[in-house]
Nanobody, 115 residues
Framework: QVQLVESGGGLVQAGGSLRLSCAASGSTFTINTMGWYRQAPGKQRELVATISRGGSTNYADSVKGRFSISRDNAKNTVNLQMNSLKPEDTAVYYC?????????WGQGTQVTVSS
């Protein structure tokens, strides 16, 4: 089992920045890829960014050049630096940890960007 705890969400004006953090605990040695997803009201959950254990990253087109994902395997943490935030980035952001058996999810943290 893997437990994920997110932090760092909040309210920010358009153009501002936020940094999300996610700490994993439990059977962290089973984790391969970690990432962030988001879900806006009335919309499906969508991928924001992922990072492999080796550091390979993948970003949604909508956040490329603005968001940066990083990972510390020793501390079992993954961070998402979000810059140049837009109102359309408003959503609940979820941390995800993938193992060979299943995906684990955090409880989510709200990010609200005001115009």
């Amino acid at each position: 089992q893997v437990q994920l705890v997110e932090s760092g969400g909040g309210l920010v004006q358009a153009g501002g920045s936020l940094r999300l953090s996610c700490a994993a605990s439990g059977s962290t040695f089973t984790i391969n890829t970690m990432g962030w997803y988001r879900q806006a009201p009335g919309k499906q959950r969508e991928l924001v960014a992922t990072i492999s254990r080796g550091g390979s990253t993948n970003y949604a087109d909508s956040v490329k050049g603005r968001f940066s994902i990083s990972r510390d395997n020793a501390k079992n943490t993954v961070n998402l630096q979000m810059n140049s935030l837009k109102p359309e980035d408003t959503a609940v952001y979820y941390c995800c940890a993938r193992t060979s058996i299943r995906n684990y999810w955090g409880q989510g943290t709200q990010v609200t960007v005001s115009s």
